[in-house]
């Protein structure tokens, strides 16, 4: 992974951008510290199916009667 200090990542934010696309991750140091990185966005394809799995799961889920969620919280703090 290629690191680069903020201020150069602020300088040349469209490359670094395009560098990512293209597959290559990159790490942004404030400091000297690695604080955060640039990656390809396919590498989050997963997160589309969970969150579709979730709401197909949310659609069949029938509701709880009687049950609240200021009735979990209570319940969870005993």
């Not at 934010?13 to 690695?34: D, F, H, P, Q, W």
């Not at 390809?40 to 979730?54: N, R, T």
Request: proline share 3%; aromatic share 2%; glycine share 12%.
């Amino acid at each position: 992974m290629r690191k680069v200090g903020l201020f150069e990542a602020k300088q040349k934010l469209s490359e670094l951008v395009e560098r990512a696309g293209r597959g290559e991750a990159i790490g942004i140091t404030r400091r000297g510290k690695l604080t955060a990185v640039i990656g390809p966005a396919h590498a989050d394809d997963h997160l589309e199916e969970i969150f579709e799995g979730m709401e197909r799961i949310r659609k069949c889920a029938k509701p709880l009667r009687g049950v609240t969620i200021k009735g979990l919280i209570e319940e969870g703090r005993m």
